[in-house]
């Protein structure tokens, strides 16, 4: 059979699970429902399946795929996808496909080039969103003075502050409002690739504009217009990269999303350095030099190996297979990878069926499944905006002119704030996933809450103490150093892998558009807060959110670190009562009993009963069996 049509969608495969998919049931002893997993099985689909019948099925596949001639590939692909730890006893193996095996434990870095390409193309383009973010910042200080809205000083209004936090809002009202949600359709037809260019050129057009705007309604039209990039793009570029990068290392490649915004943030507050003195320009020049790193992003992500997983959704299996081969670093690899996609699509499409557009988004609510990673993910997106770090990404320059400091002081302050909340990105590369989502923002929520109470409360120290602004600087440092490793790159990561395959772009598009809904209220209600809190309410309003936010952390959002894409199906489908329940009435427990109690021995019942093993279990393994040089 050739390729499948496009048009097909995923028909191809629901066609398909009436036959294999039936055949992979009857080898199985047991099957776990994807909609009500009591039992928190995680299970493998290939699991349990005779090796008569596994063959058989990947014959069947290789033949509607036809891709015929790689029939011994896929086979040898099967047997190892069917249990990872135990590819050493394949004997069909060669002993190149081994050591690569071997390597992915041993050296789970050792990745493609186009891999890489990849992940620093999708770096790209989250300082694209940085650099966006901060421009305003800068620009604060003087586009209202210049198109006559002050909103500080003798002449400012509370209408005029009302002005400012709406053209501040823009990008947000837009990207949620339209930009994120214009991705699924954009997805569905141009694929990854050309949704994230479509996005690079708003974001590239949109800044020019707004840098020769003559009114703050014209200001106002552009920083729309960015929106509509910023939201497609903020909803596309981490499931390219969730769907690109292999599950040991995805989070911590897929969080590269977060690392490389607060660069672009760092580097925005470059700019509005850099052109402080250059006179009544300097807010256009703030704005306008946003679309140095929307060029290379436009250029260079046709470079870029098309998601496997899109081609699959196709039916352009012989793609996804070329992709895979690109990905990975043998095409054993890319074989199994390929086939063990397959096989769990079939699950999860015997569940979903066929749909639209709008059955999609209906489907985020009634789908228990899919239910339950919307949920999880409206949390983290959420929690993203409660914990005040925008407060500090928008208007740091505000704050700290108000703390009085001089406008130049308010920009190095500013710029110390994105170098930090830089640096401090980097230790999530080495922890989201040894130590894993869940942990990191269960961690670092109390410290935000304490370190942005303690920055309010330094407002009291007298003004004209050195210690006044030196203190308020300090605890805002530190909340950021707090806020990178955690509550930084987690929602964004989070959210590109916790919908199935065919929900994927619509549960983004609403992951996104919850966060930068939530980012514009902020924007346009922050400027009358302070004007009616002060800043020590409005820290401390912020500081209580931070509370909030960790318990509703706690009750809804399930672990998701080193599990394949596929596997987080058997995750969510264990029902939310069962999950609260458990960190109630276990983990709860156990945590007074390990940290306030010192039980160093206090054991902890898991939630979760992998069938197939967790990635450090096959470490274990395969450095206990492994023959080769350890470094």
Not at 177 to 184: E, F, H, M, T, V
Not at 270 to 284: F, P, S, T
Not at 294 to 309: K, N, Q
Not at 419 to 439: K, S
Request: glycine residues 8%; proline residues 5%.
């Amino acid at each position: 059979m050739a390729d499948y049509s496009e048009k097909e969608d995923l028909k191809h495969i629901e066609a398909d699970s009436g036959s294999e998919g039936h055949e992979v049931e009857r080898g199985r002893q047991q099957s776990v429902s994807l909609n009500n997993n009591v039992s928190a099985r995680i299970q493998n689909p290939l699991a349990g399946i005779p090796r008569s019948t596994l063959f058989h099925n990947v014959e069947e596949f290789a033949r509607d795929a036809n891709m015929t001639e790689h029939i011994p590939l896929f086979k040898r692909g099967a047997l190892v996808a069917q249990n990872p730890p135990a590819f050493e006893s394949v004997e069909e193996l060669e002993d190149g496909e081994r050591e690569a095996l071997r390597n992915e434990v041993l050296h789970k870095w050792r990745q493609p080039r186009s891999l890489y390409l990849t992940v620093i193309l999708c770096s790209v383009g989250a300082a694209v969103q940085g650099w966006d973010q901060t421009g305003s910042n800068g620009a604060n200080l003087s586009w209202p003075d210049a198109f006559g809205v002050p909103d500080s000083g003798p002449n400012s209004t509370a209408y005029n502050g009302w002005i400012v936090g709406v053209v501040n809002s823009g990008p947000y009202i837009a990207s949620a409002g339209l930009g994120c949600w214009i991705s699924d359709p954009l997805n569905n037809y141009f694929g990854r690739r050309g949704t994230i260019f479509f996005a690079a050129v708003f974001c590239f057009v949109s800044v020019i504009g707004s840098a020769f705007s003559q009114t703050w309604q014209q200001l106002f039209i552009t920083r729309l217009l960015l929106g509509v990039g910023m939201g497609a793009k903020a909803s596309t570029v981490p499931i390219f990269a969730a769907e690109n990068c292999p599950a040991a290392i995805r989070g911590g490649l897929v969080m590269s999303w977060q690392m490389w915004t607060a660069f672009g943030i760092f580097l925005g507050f470059c700019a509005n350095l850099a052109v402080y003195n250059v006179g009544a320009i300097a807010w256009r020049l703030q704005l306008g030099s946003a679309f140095i790193p929307a060029v290379p992003l436009m250029i260079g992500v046709f470079f870029c190996p098309e998601s496997p997983r899109w081609y699959i959704k196709k039916g352009r299996y012989h793609d996804a297979f070329k992709s895979l081969c690109r990905l990975r670093n043998t095409p054993l690899q890319a074989a199994r990878d390929l086939y063990y996609i397959h096989a769990q699509i079939l699950e999860e499409t015997a569940i979903i069926g066929r749909n639209n557009y709008i059955s999609r988004f209906t489907e985020l609510f009634t789908i228990p499944r899919v239910r339950r990673a919307t949920l999880a993910s409206f949390v983290v997106m959420l929690a993203q905006q409660m914990c005040g770090i925008n407060i500090i990404a928008f208007y740091s320059s505000t704050i700290f002119v108000q703390a009085g400091a001089s406008t130049l002081t308010a920009l190095f302050a500013s710029w110390g704030f994105g170098l930090v909340n830089f640096v401090f990105a980097w230790p999530a590369v080495f922890t989201i996933d040894t130590y894993g989502r869940r942990t990191l923002l269960l961690f670092t929520f109390p410290n935000m809450a304490w370190t942005l109470l303690a920055a309010g409360f330094c407002f009291y120290i007298p003004i004209s103490s050195k210690a006044h602004l030196g203190m308020i600087a300090f605890f805002v440092f530190v909340f950021a150093a707090f806020y990178s490793p955690g509550e930084g790159p987690v929602p964004f990561t989070y959210s590109a892998e916790v919908f199935p395959l065919s929900h994927r772009e619509v549960g983004m598009a609403w992951a996104v558009a919850t966060c930068l809904f939530w980012a514009a209220v902020l924007s346009i209600t922050f400027p009358r807060i302070l004007q009616v809190f002060g800043v020590v309410g409005a820290f401390g309003f912020y500081a209580g959110l931070n509370v909030i936010a960790l318990v509703m952390i706690f009750l809804w959002v399930p672990e998701t670190k080193q599990r394949t894409l596929e596997e987080l199906d058997y995750v969510f489908a264990v029902p939310t009562r069962t999950h609260m329940h458990y960190q109630l009435t276990k983990a709860l427990p156990w945590w007074f009993k390990r940290y306030v109690l010192f039980r160093k021995g206090a054991p902890l019942e898991p939630l979760y009963k992998f069938d197939s093993p967790l990635y450090e279990d096959m470490d274990k393994e395969v450095r206990r069996a492994s023959v080769a040089p350890q470094h």
